[in-house]
């Protein structure tokens, strides 16, 4: 992938990929309802609520400051090293000023990214349920916002680093990430397993004998609900995607739907199947995580593997991903009440693999297996680093007082079902 | 209609095409959420996650095996009677193999006809809420994916011997089905009537002495939220089969989308008036299940006729549905949670009639009865004698103790609203 | 502006306009959810089951009355006074008869105009929760679908005379309202004063003694999701709007659809720290009014400013909103339980001054200071002398026994969740 500018754009694809950009919210919108069903119920308005919030101050941070580094201009920041250039960041201008006057296709590019950084940010909110304060949501978001995503959106998207490993070192096309599975989901779900670290478990959910307490989320409708609002704004994602960043042309676009359909169709069936025979009974909620497993496998593969391919790699998406929740949750005692770490973190980590195990070009599996290695060996640290001076300065984790009471009570001074009468099981509240 | 392969597509046309096959899932989001709605709460977990389950069995038989059934190629298997050939079933690759290098059109088809499927399998699943067990929910889309749909599909919009009535038998343009009203609804509406039949009303539906009791929907919200979001849904999806299926130019869909939006009004509107006259007080379930008739009966309807003929037939639609309803559960003991018998069944019967009425062609009207026939006559005994052989192997029904304690405890494990207080009304639980 | 007809419309702008239009209907989705959901559980069916029959009738209404006023046709009904034609009214024909023949764009601004009538309709309906009665809700979307809105659509998209204000007395471009601020939101807003003006506040909300009586929203989930979902259709519907009533070349939507997002996400954050400061906490159902009021203030200006500029007009009705709900309630006793006046009403005038601030044309604010005016000083006496004299034929009010055991019970005969045990508050219920 090279630098957006110079590309020429037919109208068709231009209308299309704007008319597909339209649709992505539903992405997150089903997220954000997911994650507020897989919490309890006296979170549930505060979910919600800081789901607008962090997407509101990501979308306002990148737009007036982000987007000047995600850019991919002809002035990027670049240094020299082993003979070659390194691009690390990019040198558009802030506060979006000129905006109206780029490029088509680079406006369409900044539509996508303000799209992407919003979705980004709701996932480690969502891990982070029941017990991660507003202010702290949105801290995380106007860091995200404003610098940490826009360096991983020009790496990938915007003609850095990543991208030139084809230009530079003849691996492949260079990373390639139609979808969005390292931007914004693989990136996702490391800052939700550094906000799990930082913020801790949610009070009585690893009692101090016996197993870890099950907290099953209040509202399995609004889950599975969720699941298939989010199919459609991926479907439009992942299409998008591939004529912004893969360059497809629009008569490939039908295979990267179908790929998306089947990629979650088979990750459902395989986590039915699979929690069928863990439990005796299919768990709903494992399920929904299986189902958006296979969705974020897809934002990596649909535009570059055939329909047999993608059957393939939202399977084992769908089979990995409740073996890997349980593990996280009894064999390293970590409290992701959405499972992001696992459905977007793993999940978007073995989408980009499997795209370079499946892609035609040589040398595109190394590529695709840097720019993982780049997100857990520094995109982790570097942002687990964040998060724990941020904590330091404005605590992430609410005090024991309003965790009992709820997050909807302490942080909103009120409820989201006021009428409805609720369970008082006082055992874990 | 004449087999996909060899038209042209304008580079427009499949662009607008593809945008608008996105949004069909929505009428797919829709329509589980209505049936969840007009569930019980303690099977909603279940409802929802089986329409996940049956959504994703279908697609994957679907892409597998059935895709190959339902294409339209020069080797579709044919057979000679009268002097004419009858195009039965097609003859297409297993597993999607070649699929990114067949022509635009036949893959937009394929992508048609995998939403298609998943939104027929929804239609029985509804209508068994309550005591269908997710292994038979499975199984029926299983076999609905592989093989049930696909001959259906291939009949009316792959090529086959419906759709070459026209030219066959000089009945018009053949059959026409532009939204799947045959394929789709009236299919799955004789599937509905199948289930029922085998798996019975629920307990304390109709008690020994006395009328029949009133089972109300759980949450009439999501029946009723449903409704909006189905209409976009439908809107996309009409307008996606008049440009794939009558091979519609653009500039005359805005009048399908009018004529859709129309039917869906002019339905709800009469369910409204029908049911304060019957009952003194108008039904909201019922009025959704209105609504939803006027959508379905504009999938037939909604590419052929003018504004006020979508005006009509939606009025009809909308005056029909609620006493059929109350027909089938009070005068023939059927026990319909859904109403998915009167609401895709009849009104997509009800709608390809109308088709053939208003068309201006010559003997489209023989078509379109003939098509209605077909379903009526072979598909109907075809899936009860296909349910009734299924049931002697996996019981489609719950028993009464998994009936008792509702589905979400019995197949699940857990409730969909764990949290929530619900009512304890033994007279019929 | 001028008249519609004679306008030339490329085949990609139209498959565009056409494919946004069917997003449109999300909008209505989340406006209708977010209305029930800020009113009482004992009412919601009733809600939702009215919003369907309001858009129905309107829609209904619209399509065999209004259209012809709304029409712009050569012989629209013109008086002349100083000296210039004064284009009152336009002159198409009934029934929508000849639709089919019409010109692509005609076609299309019907369409529009359509979906434009079902979500005005919304507006006063969502401020009469809890005690307006289903007939006076049908009633007004009757009227408005057959006279008023096809009026004002008129003036402002038909080529009526606020729209030649460019043209008789150079105007900037005369009265610009792309995204239907005037025409939809304004009108609406005015539309809930009126009604809630002679409905009256709900019973206990201003007890005799003391301040006004809180009176949450049953549902905050319903509230926050339905942002999510109307975010889609703004994004969609400003982008539609600007090609169909702007002449927008599809190349410069993109800062449209980047506009709307801006100026929601800053009112997000703007009435999050107002309330915040203003009450010790953020109040979520006050931020999903000021999440709505940037997307209405974005119906005016996003197809006319820069980035920069939606920020800055989002942020200001982010601010205004919650002051003047607290306003409206405390100073003026309106009880409007949606906040439609503030956040459809005052944000749609302020965004219609401000794309006149921000526009670069000449006399463009003048041009839209005498639209705002026509709103306030002609349309909210005519609309309030309206209802007035419906109220007098059909009570707009529900009585006080059937206010008592809540709307649901007493117009539809049961409960949106007869499953749920709610609390029995007897304080103000």
Redesign the interface.
């Known amino acids: 992938m090279t630098p957006l500018a110079p590309m020429p754009f037919p ?2 694809s ?3 990929t ?6 992505a ?2 992405a ?2 089903g997220v ?2 997911i994650n ?1 069903g897989l919490g ?2 006296r979170s ?3 979910s ?2 800081g ?3 962090v ?3 990501a ?2 941070a990148f ?1 007036l400051v982000g987007s000047a580094f995600a850019a991919g201009t002809s002035g990027d920041h670049v240094f020299h090293l082993a003979g070659k250039a390194w691009n690390w960041a990019g040198a558009g201008p802030l ?3 000129g ?2 006057a780029a490029g ?1 296709r680079a ?2 590019a ?2 996508c990214e ?2 992407s950084v919003a979705l980004v940010v709701l996932i480690p909110w969502g891990s982070g349920a029941d017990r991660l304060r ?1 202010p702290a949501g949105a801290a995380i978001a106007a860091i995200f916002g404003a610098l940490v995503f826009p360096l991983v959106a020009h790496w990938t998207w915007g003609g850095g680093w990543l991208a030139q490993l084809g230009t530079n070192f003849s691996m492949g096309a260079g990373f390639l990430d139609g979808g969005g599975a390292a931007a914004i989901h693989a990136l996702g779900g490391v800052s939700a397993l550094a906000v799990v670290w930082i913020a801790g478990p949610r009070k009585g959910k690893f009692p101090r004998e016996g197993l870890s307490t099950a907290m ?1 989320g ?5 889950v ?2 969720g ?3 989010a ?2 704004g991926w ?2 994602w992942n ?1 998008a995607g591939s004529l912004l960043w893969l360059n497809a042309a ?6 990267t ?2 790929n998306t ?2 990629s ?3 990750a ?2 395989a986590t ?1 199947s699979v929690t069928r025979i863990r ?6 909620s494992l ?2 995580n299986g ?1 958006l497993a296979g969705l974020v496998t897809s934002s990596a593969c649909a535009g570059v593997v ?3 391919a993608a ?1 393939f790699t939202g399977l084992v998406a769908g089979i990995v991903t409740p073996l890997l929740v349980e593990l996280f949750e009894l064999a390293l005692s970590i409290d992701d009440p959405s499972g992001a770490i696992s459905v977007h973190g793993v999940a978007g980590l073995w989408g980009l693999a499997a795209a370079g195990i499946f892609a035609p070009q040589a040398g595109q599996f190394v590529a695709q297996l840097i720019g993982v290695s780049t997100l857990l060996g520094l995109m982790l640290p570097v942002v687990y680093l964040v998060f724990w001076l941020m904590n330091r300065v404005l605590v992430f984790r609410v005090d024991p007082d309003g965790e009992r009471i709820g997050m909807d009570l302490h ?13 008082r099981d006082e055992s874990y509240r």
């Open positions: 109208e068709t231009f209308a299309l704007l008319a597909l950009l339209l649709l919210p539903l997150i919108a954000a309802l507020t309890r119920s549930a308005a505060q919600l609520l789901s607008l919030v997407i509101s101050t979308v306002i737009a506060f979006l000023s905006f109206g088509a406006q369409l900044v539509l303000l799209l507003l099953p209040h509202n399995v409708v609004y599975l609900l699941c298939l609002i199919l459609v479907l439009a299409m629009p008569a490939t676009l039908t295979v739907a179908v359909l089947l979650a169709a088979a459902l069936v039915f439990f005796g009974k299919p768990d709903a399920c929904a189902w055939s329909p047999l059957l942080e909103l001074g009120g409820n989201a079902y006021p009428e409805f009468v609720v369970h």
